[in-house]
């Protein structure tokens, strides 16, 4: 049987399912570079260049042993489209079968379950077992589940795998949690090491001149391109952040320093997802370490990796498509200039969006807590903060992407995900950061014109949204701190935030 197998552009590993029965002497590989997948959101040129960099060295990999199309994205055959170039193969040859792995994304699974069901042969949409947890699996997780919390899903998939578990089958160190030994805020005592760097070869300077020339409006520059982008890189880049940074990963891995967007975060979620480093190596490997890293690292660093990814996963596929029109709070508000160009006097935005538009990345708690928090408190429309995140940064996709801004940094589902808003006062990221020291704002102002915009901000917050969140429990203490303010006090929060806002919209 002569099969036709298309490869995407997140799945660039010879052990993706598609390839795992190829006939190097009968099938066709095919990879696409095309208009429809540049352009479905505003992607960072940084994105792009990586991206497409890693799907030609994969294709050239490829087609050392295999026989491969590529369409470029200038070439003139290119349809610029899956279903159009797959017609125009399918058409001009003759083939039993088109084998895919399942996209990532559930946009393009519709159009390969509504359109390549249309072509004159045989279609297999595989499983992508690159994963730890189907779908299937997680669905039957989910039905037995009061809340859908992270927790539990992780101890259960510890036990599933047997990452760091005793033979008697009790988690290694007695807990199976060590989170509250992962926020200590940095003081400089620990140095931050240097990365390793990968000069650009001629492959991805191609890539780079097409990235300039073809996306020349898109967020970000091409310049000082250096991420790895073959899997060989990739191991080497994971293997230096084994042995020299995962030590300090877990005591700092909620800290955030001006103009250190790494600190000690690994920075390979964006080679896992495209696929040249694969997540059960990253596991494997990461677990040796017990006895020689600190068990909170290596505990930390797993929960991130097995834990919540695995787990973003499976509720994404299980509550799509309707997810996506969550908006809990009923927020229409566009998101402001400053996200894209990082003019603003808030010192801790725009570090974070400055560092974003240079490197097509910023750290977890930093999304989290910096550009979703400050979206959620200006009362942002979901869509408008998933649109930003979806483009900026070169490891999202929207699997991962929208679970985490709608769930976790905006609260957008009403607690489907989480337990409670993840916003906070100023006094949060003094305490996490050193940005409130180079500030225009001062955090220790709780209204007026110099004060922190996230102080008043927050309370603003919670006193409009009594309603829907003062009966939560672990926001008990701000409500009741809430109650305490007296008529004057909310006059003043409610008046710096309205004149904020007013600003900025």
């Given at each position: 049987m002569k ?21 190097s ?26 991206i497409l960099?890693a ?5 050239v ?15 003139e ?21 088109l ?10 699974l ?5 359109e ?7 279609v297999?949409?595989r ?32 036990k ?25 805020a ?11 760097r990968?000069?650009?070869?001629s492959?991805?300077q191609?890539?780079m ?9 898109s ?10 982008v073959?899997?060989e ?5 994971y293997?230096?952040?084994l ?11 909620d ?5 250190e ?9 964006h ?9 059960k ?13 600190p ?14 990814r695995?787990y973003i ?9 309707d ?13 402001p ?7 603003t006097d ?20 930093q ?27 070169d490891d999202?996709?929207?699997?991962v992407?929208?679970p985490?801004?709608f ?7 009403g ?7 993840y ?32 102080n ?18 672990r ?14 006090d ?16």
């Open positions: 099969c036709l197998r298309l490869i995407l552009g997140d799945q660039l590993h010879e052990s993706i399912s598609s390839l795992s029965d190829v006939d002497s009968n099938d066709l590989i095919v990879m696409m570079e095309i208009k429809t997948e540049t352009g479905y959101a505003d992607h960072h040129k940084k994105k792009l260049i990586f960099s799907m030609r060295h994969f294709g990999k490829l087609s050392e042993k295999f026989k491969v199309k590529y369409f470029k994205f200038g070439d055959d290119n349809r610029q489209s899956f279903v159009e170039n797959m017609r125009f193969i399918l058409d001009d040859g003759n083939f039993d079968k084998v895919v792995t399942e996209p990532g994304e559930y946009r393009l519709k159009i390969f379950e509504d390549f069901s249309k072509f004159d042969v045989e297999e949409i499983e992508d077992d690159r994963f730890l947890t189907t779908k299937s699996e997680f669905r039957k997780f989910a039905l037995n589940q009061k809340d859908l919390k992270m927790e539990n899903f992780y101890r259960m998939t510890r599933k795998t047997g990452y760091l578990m005793d033979e008697a089958g009790k988690p290694v160190g007695g807990k199976w949690n060590y989170d509250h030994e992962n926020r200590s940095y003081k400089f005592e620990d140095p931050i090491q240097p990365r390793l990968f000069e650009a070869d492959i991805t191609d890539v001149r097409l990235v300039e020339c073809e996306f020349d409006q967020i970000g520059d091409s310049k000082d391109f250096n991420e790895p073959t899997t890189q990739a191991i080497e880049v293997e230096y952040f042995e020299n940074i995962l030590q300090l990963f877990g005591k700092y891995q800290a955030m320093i001006d103009e967007p790494l600190m000690f975060h690994s920075r390979i979620s080679l896992i997802n495209v696929g040249i480093l694969p997540v190596y990253v596991c494997d490997k990461v677990v040796k370490k017990v006895g020689s890293v068990l909170s690292s290596i505990e930390g660093f797993l929960r991130q990796t097995i834990g919540w695995e996963r499976g509720v994404y596929w299980l509550w799509m498509p997810y996506k029109e969550s908006n809990f709070f009923s927020h229409y508000r566009k998101l200039k400053f996200y894209w160009d990082a003019k808030m010192n801790c935005v725009r570090s974070v969006v400055q560092d974003t538009i240079k490197n097509a990345y910023s750290h977890h708690i999304r989290l807590m910096i550009t979703g928090n400050l979206a959620l408190l200006m009362e942002v429309n979901p869509k408008e903060v998933h649109d930003w995140y979806l483009g900026v940064y999202a996709y929207e699997w992407e929208l985490n801004t769930g976790m940094a905006l609260y957008a589902d607690g489907a995900m989480s337990t409670k808003p916003v906070s006062s100023g006094n949060y990221i003094n305490k996490m950061s050193n940005f409130c020291k180079s500030c225009s704002y001062s955090v220790k102002l709780k209204t007026g014109e110099s004060a922190c915009p996230f008043y901000l927050y309370w603003y917050f919670l006193d409009k949204n009594k309603e829907k969140l003062s009966s939560n429990r926001l008990f203490m701000p409500y009741r701190n809430l109650a305490k303010k007296t008529d004057k909310l006059q003043e929060i409610h008046k710096s935030s309205e004149r904020f806002l007013k600003r900025h919209f």
